[in-house]
């Protein structure tokens, strides 16, 4: 137990002595939020396009924002520590115990996160279920959260792996959250990171309830999500000697 809060503030440390992370979660929602919705409602009026109302996209700004920075957030943490992860494993520190605590930090940040984006979101909209809607926000940037570290742990450069997810992400808030210039969206689509997340949040903010199918979702797409970064994580910190988890 020692052992994980000391590692929890360590990352904390870390993350807090970064000044683009603080940036990136204090200011991005402001641009991402307010731009989207006005972006989204101010759409010309063609034969296959409509304009959205401005409070859906400015929650579906909100939830791009939430995943974009948590995903790139979870990226970051894999990839900028992995030598370190390296050495403690060699000299006997517990592969999982050391996963615990950048997942149990990238939870704390993707809270924060949420919190900021929430609060954006509350000043230009009254939600029908303030606390269902805040909750949400959380399990939409966890779900980018986990999908950044598994991206960070199956592809170590920065670069390439924040291309990869803002890219996702993009597309992912783009198709699945009633874009008026994706019409005819394919089925498959439902199974997008975001897609749950977004109908759960939609009919929190917008009706004050929400679908049990679509929560249950969400927790088998996290649960998921845990399962693979653990099995990758393991596999990358594996040494010529070995170790036991």
């Known amino acids: 137990m020692n052992r994980v809060r000391t590692g929890i503030r360590a990352n904390v440390?870390?993350?807090?002595?970064?000044?683009l992370n603080v940036v990136l979660a204090l200011l991005l929602p402001i641009v991402v939020i307010?731009?989207?919705g006005q972006a989204m409602a101010g759409l010309p009026s063609m034969p296959t396009v409509e304009a959205i109302p401005i409070d859906?996209?400015?929650l579906l700004g909100a939830i791009?924002?939430?995943a974009i920075i948590a995903g790139l957030m979870g990226l970051a943490q894999m990839i900028s520590a992995r030598a370190a992860d390296r050495r403690l494993v060699q000299t006997g520190y517990p592969p999982r115990t050391l996963l615990a605590t950048r997942l149990a930090t990238l939870g704390g940040v993707t809270v924060v996160v949420a919190a900021v984006n929430y609060?954006?979101?509350w000043l230009t909209i009254s939600p029908e279920a303030p606390v269902l809607t805040f909750v949400f926000l959380v399990l939409a940037g966890l779900v980018y959260a986990f999908l950044g570290a598994l991206v960070g742990a199956l592809l170590p450069r920065l670069f390439e792996g924040s291309l990869v997810v803002v890219f996702l992400a993009m597309m992912d808030a783009f198709l699945s959250g009633d874009s008026p210039l994706a019409a005819d969206v394919p089925e498959f689509v439902?199974?997008?990171?975001l897609y749950h997340p977004k109908e759960l949040l939609q009919e929190a903010m917008f009706q004050g309830t929400y679908a049990t199918g679509d929560l249950a979702f969400v927790g088998g797409y996290l649960l998921?999500?845990?399962?693979l970064v653990t099995?990758?994580?393991g596999v990358t910190m594996r040494t010529s000697g070995g170790w036991s988890a």
């Open 231 to 233: 099995a990758v994580f």
């Open 224 to 227: 998921v999500l845990l399962v």
């Open 13 to 19: 440390s870390t993350f807090l002595r970064t000044p």
């Open 64 to 66: 791009f924002g939430v």
């Open 119 to 121: 609060g954006v979101l």
């Open 34 to 36: 307010e731009g989207w």
């Open 190 to 193: 439902e199974y997008f990171p």
């Open 56 to 58: 859906l996209g400015r």
